[in-house]
């Protein structure tokens, strides 16, 4: 991997992620609907940390990829039984609205598979390896605000992941 795109994407998008307040708005939008919908039960910093856990990896990627390109589920499916388990040490700390982000990984999943022969570019072992590092950082960023050692709006790294997929398609 390029340590050097990755860090330059990760700063560009985390700047670009806290200037659209993309975990704030998120965060004020769930708050509301919780309060409205759900009688304001659940904490919704579960729903925003699982998330994010489990749609930023390459195995989600490369997972869907190629269940949608070749018909093989194995790796989509491993992750399925490694994202229960950390599933429920979430739900431990966050409670039920950890389950709530099985919304969003049908989303995530679901649109890599169902688009996947549009998205064949993203497998290259360069890109994926880039990829890897910017949501290896972001997954850190996420263990980090677990142990309580750093405050960190990881939903505002997320433009980071556009923005090293960018670099890759311009071939630099």
Same mark, same amino acid.
């Given at each position: 991997?390029?340590?050097?795109?990755?860090?330059?994407?990760?700063?560009?998008?985390?700047?670009?992620?806290?200037?659209?307040?993309?975990?704030?708005?998120?965060?004020?939008?769930?708050?509301?609907?919780?309060?409205?919908?759900?009688?304001?039960?659940?904490?919704?910093?579960?729903?925003?940390?699982?998330?994010?856990?489990?749609?930023?990896?390459?195995?989600?990627?490369?997972?869907?990829?190629?269940?949608?390109?070749?018909?093989?589920?194995?790796?989509? $499916?491993?992750?399925?039984?490694? %994202?229960?388990?950390?599933? =429920? *040490? +979430?739900?431990?700390? &966050? /409670?039920?609205?950890?389950?709530?982000?099985?919304?969003?990984?049908?989303?995530?999943?679901?649109?890599?598979?169902?688009?996947?022969?549009?998205?064949?570019?993203?497998?290259?072992?360069?890109?994926?390896?880039?990829?890897?590092?910017?949501?290896?950082?972001?997954?850190?960023?996420?263990?980090?605000?677990?142990?309580?050692? $750093?405050?960190?709006?990881?939903? %505002?790294?997320?433009?980071? =992941? *556009? +923005?090293?997929?960018? &670099? /890759?398609?311009?071939?630099?």
């Amino acid at each position: 991997s390029d340590i050097i795109p990755i860090v330059f994407c990760l700063v560009l998008g985390s700047f670009s992620g806290a200037a659209l307040r993309l975990e704030d708005r998120l965060n004020d939008s769930l708050n509301r609907l919780n309060g409205s919908c759900l009688s304001g039960k659940y904490d919704t910093q579960g729903f925003i940390v699982a998330s994010t856990l489990f749609c930023v990896g390459s195995m989600t990627i490369i997972g869907s990829l190629k269940d949608g390109l070749y018909n093989d589920g194995m790796l989509i $499916k491993t992750k399925s039984v490694m %994202d229960g388990f950390a599933a =429920l *040490l +979430l739900a431990s700390r &966050y /409670g039920v609205s950890v389950a709530f982000s099985a919304a969003t990984v049908f989303v995530v999943q679901g649109g890599l598979t169902l688009f996947s022969k549009h998205l064949s570019v993203l497998t290259s072992q360069r890109m994926m390896n880039n990829i890897d590092g910017v949501g290896g950082i972001i997954v850190l960023a996420i263990g980090l605000n677990l142990l309580k050692l $750093k405050s960190t709006k990881t939903l %505002d790294m997320l433009p980071s =992941l *556009l +923005l090293i997929v960018l &670099y /890759g398609l311009l071939g630099f």
